[in-house]
């Protein structure tokens, strides 16, 4: 016991010993604040710059994708009875109508059905009634050139209105 009190002594004596580890570094730094001293010049005075004022707000946004096949909304609106929020949601609802394509027909007269691929390369069969889109799109009408989709939209207010949408059959 009594070694070990002794050990540990010495070594915190040693650590409170004077040792200069730092006396070349202080040296050479003593040296380089002798040197002349080199002028820099200011930083220069830019002439001013008019201000923008953005005026771009109703123009398309050039790093969205253009919508080249989705035709715009109609701006008459129908008042509308809210969607059922709490039913689940289709697979294809997961995806905004602008990054769906319709690539193909399938079936006859009586039953047709369209075949929309979404974004992720899958492709689903979608029949009249079926759900489509994130503003709960219900297909109306299809035939072998388009799509025709219902849309419910809020005015955040309480109030639904539906807009139709087509997507047309890629060539």
Known sequence: MKYSVSIIG????????????????????AEASLVQKVK???LPIFPKQDDYL??????RNPFAAAISDVEAPVDEKTEVDAPD???SKEPLELFGLPSLKVVGSLGDTAQLWALVQDPTGFVTKVKVGDKVG????????VSKSELVIIEKISNGKGIWFSQSRTILTEQ
């Open 10 to 29: 010495i070594v915190l004596m040693t650590g409170c010993s004077e040792r200069n580890e730092f006396a070349e570094m202080d040296a050479k730094l």
């Open 134 to 141: 994130k503003n709960f799109g219900e297909v109306v009408q």
């Open 54 to 59: 953005y005026q771009s707000y109703g123009k």
């Open 40 to 42: 820099v010049d200011s």
């Open 85 to 87: 929020l709490s039913r």
